[in-house]
């Protein structure tokens, strides 16, 4: 079990920038995959963007990429989520998960947090 904590959420303007923040417990933090995804109103959830254990290889989702970044700190259990120029279609509420194994495109991650809510205003 990997708990996690989000926190960042919000309301902003439409070109405005957030940053989620992801706190996990646990040993087996530094081993895992660490993902960002969201599902909006009527939508399936969807893959934002994930890291792998060493923060050495990112991924993103066309629709968000030049515009997020992902990034991972081993020392202090945290992933972060960097928004920027933020559409009013980025509105979801955002999971933080964490995954055992190599795949990080994915959707099926195992351990997941309690989201936040971000909305885009136009």
């Known amino acids: 079990q990997v708990p996690l904590v989000e926190s960042g959420g919000g309301l902003v303007q439409a070109g405005g920038s957030l940053r989620l923040s992801c706190a996990a417990s646990?040993?087996?933090?530094?081993?895992?995959?660490m993902g960002w995804l969201r599902q909006a109103p009527g939508k399936e959830r969807e893959f934002v963007t994930g890291i792998n254990w060493s923060g050495g290889r990112t991924y993103y989702a066309d629709s968000v990429k030049g515009r997020f970044t992902i990034s991972r700190d081993n020392a202090k259990n945290t992933v972060d989520l960097q928004m920027n120029s933020l559409k009013p279609e980025d509105t979801a509420v955002y999971y933080c998960?964490?995954?055992?194994?190599?795949?990080?495109?994915?959707?099926?991650?195992?351990?997941w947090g309690q989201g936040t809510q971000v909305t885009v205003s136009s």
């Open positions: 998960a964490a995954k055992e194994g190599e795949v990080v495109v994915t959707t099926r991650y195992h351990f």
């Open positions: 646990g040993r087996t933090f530094s081993s895992n995959v």
